[in-house]
């Protein structure tokens, strides 16, 4: 089984900063893309960050500058580094990763449970 634990919500206020973390374990061969979305209530879930296994990133433009994205291949984790937050970046946040099977050795796509970060003064 694979598992996508997701750490560092909360309640922030407008322009403080966060960091989320997201650690992958379980049967996994190798991991080629991981990353966070979001969705906020009465919205659609929608890509904030991904990156890839070589470092290639790609973004939200809503996010752009302010937030980063970092990954540790060796730990299977993946962070989010949140700044400058706005009112507007609240949402519950998940994690992604897709990557290749350690036991089925095909393409699998997993998602974390989603944690809350509020954005609030």
């Known amino acids: 089984q694979v598992q996508l634990v997701e750490s560092g919500g909360g309640l922030v206020q407008p322009g403080g900063s966060l960091r989320l973390s997201c650690a992958a374990s379980?049967?996994?061969?190798?991991?080629?893309?991981m990353g966070w979305y979001r969705q906020a209530p009465g919205k659609q879930r929608e890509l904030v960050a991904r990156?890839?296994?070589?470092?290639?990133?790609t973004w939200s433009d809503s996010v752009k500058g302010r937030f980063t994205i970092s990954r540790d291949n060796a730990k299977k984790t993946v962070y989010l580094q949140m700044n400058s937050l706005k009112p507007e970046d609240t949402a519950v946040y998940y994690c992604?990763?897709?990557?290749?099977?350690?036991?089925?050795?095909?393409?699998?796509?997993?998602w974390g449970q989603g944690t809350q970060v509020t954005v609030s003064s």
């Open positions: 379980g049967s996994i061969f190798s991991i080629y893309t």
């Open positions: 990156i890839t296994s070589g470092g290639f990133t």
């Open positions: 992604n990763a897709f990557f290749v099977g350690g036991m089925s050795r095909s393409m699998e796509d997993y």
